[in-house]
C-alpha cells in the first residue's frame, strides 16, 4: 500500500505522527473534509483514515484502489459497512483507548454537580462570599456519593470502570439489561432500574433500541432528586425533555458529553442559559493527550497487522462481490 489519506486529522494534530505516514510513499492530511470534497480525496487512495467525516456508498464506488479503512474512533456509523464489504474493502476502528480519560471525566461530571462546584465557583467570582456573615455560605445542597446508588446502562469496559470508581466512593451499583437484548442473570430492566438510582450514568452505543431512550416518559420514573450523566451519545436522550424535567424541577442535575448533532452549530435545546444544574462539555471526554496517543497507536497497529494478512479490529472485511 502507498497511498494514504487522513480526512480529518484537527483533533490529533498535535500528536506525532510520523510512524503512520513512514508505512506509506505518500501520506496526505486534511484538517477538515466536508462531504463534498470527500470523494476526491479518497478517489487514489488504498488507505483511508478517518475519524467522524460520512463515507458513504457513492464515495467508496468512485475509489477503486481503496483497501482498508481505518476509522480512528470505535463507533463506525460514519461509514456505509454493507457498501464497504461488497467493495471489499475491509473496515478496522479502535477500541478502549479512551477507558480512563472518559471514567476520569465521568466523575468530574459527577463531582461537580453532587458538590454544585460550579455554582459555588461561580458565587465566589460574583463576590458573595466576601459579602458572608460567617466563615462560609451553603446555599447550594451538597449530596455525598457514599450510601448513594449508581445506575449503569451499558456494562462493556466504560460501564464496569465507572462502577468500580463508583464502588471506591461507597455507591451500590446496579446495572441495566442492555436494551433490546436478553434478559441477563444480575440485571435490571430499566423501567424498573430507573426509580432506585440517584445516579444513572449512560454507556450504551446508539442503536435503534436505545434512540431516545431516556425520554420524558423514562425520566418520570427517576427521582426527583437523581442526576443524570451521559458521556455516550447524544441520541440516547431526548434532549428537550431533559431540558423540560431539569427546569421543572422534575430531576435535580444532569451532565453530558455529547449533544445529538454534533458540533451543535443550529443550537439544540440544551444550550439554552436558563437551564438549572446542568453541565456540558464539548464532546471532550475521551480527549487525554494519553488516550488520543493510544489511538494513533492502535491505528498503526491496524495499519502493519493488515499489511501482515492479520485481522485485527476489523469491523468488516469480503472480498469484491
Same mark, same amino acid.
Request: charged content about 20%; proline content about 5%; overall charge negative.
Given at each position: 500500500?502507498?497511498?494514504?489519506? =487522513?480526512?480529518?486529522?484537527?483533533?490529533?494534530?498535535?500528536?506525532?505522527?510520523?510512524?503512520?505516514?513512514?508505512? =506509506?510513499?505518500?501520506?496526505?492530511?486534511?484538517?477538515?473534509?466536508?462531504?463534498?470534497? &470527500?470523494?476526491?480525496?479518497?478517489?487514489?487512495?488504498?488507505? #483511508?483514515?478517518?475519524?467522524?467525516?460520512?463515507?458513504?456508498?457513492?464515495?467508496?464506488?468512485?475509489?477503486?484502489?481503496?483497501?482498508?479503512?481505518?476509522?480512528?474512533?470505535?463507533?463506525?456509523?460514519?461509514?456505509?459497512?454493507?457498501?464497504?464489504?461488497?467493495?471489499?474493502?475491509?473496515?478496522?476502528?479502535?477500541?478502549?483507548?479512551?477507558?480512563?480519560? #472518559?471514567?476520569?471525566?465521568? =466523575?468530574?461530571?459527577?463531582?461537580? %454537580?453532587?458538590?454544585?462546584?460550579?455554582?459555588?465557583?461561580?458565587?465566589?467570582?460574583?463576590?458573595?462570599?466576601?459579602?458572608?456573615?460567617?466563615?462560609?455560605?451553603?446555599?447550594?445542597?451538597?449530596?455525598?456519593?457514599?450510601?448513594?446508588?449508581?445506575?449503569?446502562?451499558?456494562?462493556?469496559?466504560?460501564?464496569?470502570? &465507572?462502577?468500580?470508581?463508583?464502588?471506591?466512593?461507597?455507591?451500590? &451499583?446496579?446495572?441495566?439489561?442492555?436494551?433490546?437484548?436478553?434478559?441477563?442473570?444480575?440485571?435490571?430492566?430499566?423501567?424498573?432500574? %430507573?426509580?432506585?438510582?440517584?445516579?444513572?450514568?449512560?454507556?450504551?452505543?446508539?442503536?435503534?433500541?436505545?434512540?431516545?431512550?431516556?425520554?420524558?416518559?423514562? %425520566?418520570?420514573?427517576?427521582?426527583?432528586?437523581?442526576?443524570?450523566?451521559?458521556?455516550?451519545?447524544?441520541?440516547? &436522550?431526548?434532549?428537550?425533555? %431533559?431540558?423540560?424535567?431539569?427546569?421543572?424541577?422534575?430531576?435535580?442535575?444532569?451532565?453530558?458529553?455529547?449533544?445529538?448533532?454534533?458540533?451543535?452549530?443550529?443550537?439544540?435545546?440544551?444550550?439554552?442559559?436558563?437551564?438549572?444544574?446542568?453541565?456540558?462539555?464539548?464532546?471532550?471526554?475521551?480527549?487525554?493527550?494519553?488516550?488520543?496517543?493510544?489511538?494513533?497507536?492502535?491505528?498503526?497497529?491496524?495499519?502493519?497487522?493488515?499489511?501482515?494478512?492479520?485481522?485485527?479490529?476489523?469491523?468488516?472485511?469480503?472480498?469484491?462481490?
Amino acid at each position: 500500500m502507498k497511498n494514504a489519506v =487522513f480526512l480529518d486529522l484537527e483533533s490529533l494534530d498535535d500528536l506525532d505522527l510520523a510512524a503512520l505516514a513512514g508505512e =506509506f510513499e505518500t501520506f496526505e492530511t486534511y484538517m477538515a473534509t466536508a462531504p463534498e470534497q &470527500v470523494a476526491v480525496r479518497i478517489r487514489d487512495a488504498e488507505v #483511508v483514515f478517518v475519524n467522524k467525516v460520512p463515507l458513504n456508498a457513492a464515495a467508496l464506488q468512485q475509489a477503486p484502489r481503496l483497501k482498508l479503512i481505518c476509522v480512528v474512533a470505535t463507533g463506525t456509523n460514519n461509514v456505509d459497512l454493507a457498501a464497504a464489504q461488497h467493495l471489499g474493502i475491509q473496515v478496522s476502528n479502535c477500541r478502549a483507548y479512551g477507558n480512563d480519560s #472518559v471514567i476520569q471525566h465521568v =466523575f468530574a461530571l459527577l463531582l461537580a %454537580l453532587s458538590t454544585r462546584l460550579l455554582d459555588y465557583h461561580q458565587a465566589v467570582r460574583a463576590g458573595r462570599w466576601q459579602q458572608a456573615r460567617q466563615f462560609c455560605f451553603l446555599d447550594y445542597p451538597i449530596a455525598e456519593l457514599a450510601g448513594k446508588t449508581l445506575g449503569i446502562v451499558g456494562y462493556g469496559n466504560l460501564g464496569q470502570g &465507572v462502577g468500580r470508581i463508583a464502588e471506591a466512593f461507597g455507591m451500590q &451499583v446496579l446495572v441495566a439489561q442492555r436494551p433490546g437484548g436478553p434478559a441477563e442473570p444480575d440485571r435490571i430492566p430499566l423501567d424498573e432500574l %430507573l426509580p432506585q438510582v440517584d445516579v444513572l450514568s449512560l454507556h450504551c452505543p446508539l442503536t435503534e433500541h436505545t434512540r431516545n431512550l431516556i425520554d420524558a416518559a423514562a %425520566l418520570k420514573r427517576m427521582k426527583s432528586s437523581a442526576l443524570l450523566l451521559n458521556v455516550a451519545r447524544g441520541g440516547i &436522550v431526548d434532549e428537550a425533555a %431533559l431540558a423540560a424535567a431539569l427546569r421543572s424541577g422534575e430531576l435535580a442535575g444532569a451532565a453530558t458529553d455529547v449533544l445529538s448533532v454534533e458540533p451543535p452549530k443550529d443550537g439544540n435545546p440544551l444550550l439554552s442559559n436558563d437551564i438549572p444544574n446542568l453541565i456540558v462539555t464539548p464532546h471532550s471526554a475521551w480527549g487525554s493527550k494519553e488516550a488520543r496517543q493510544r489511538i494513533l497507536g492502535q491505528t498503526l497497529e491496524n495499519v502493519q497487522a493488515y499489511k501482515r494478512g492479520e485481522a485485527v479490529r476489523v469491523v468488516c472485511s469480503a472480498p469484491k462481490g
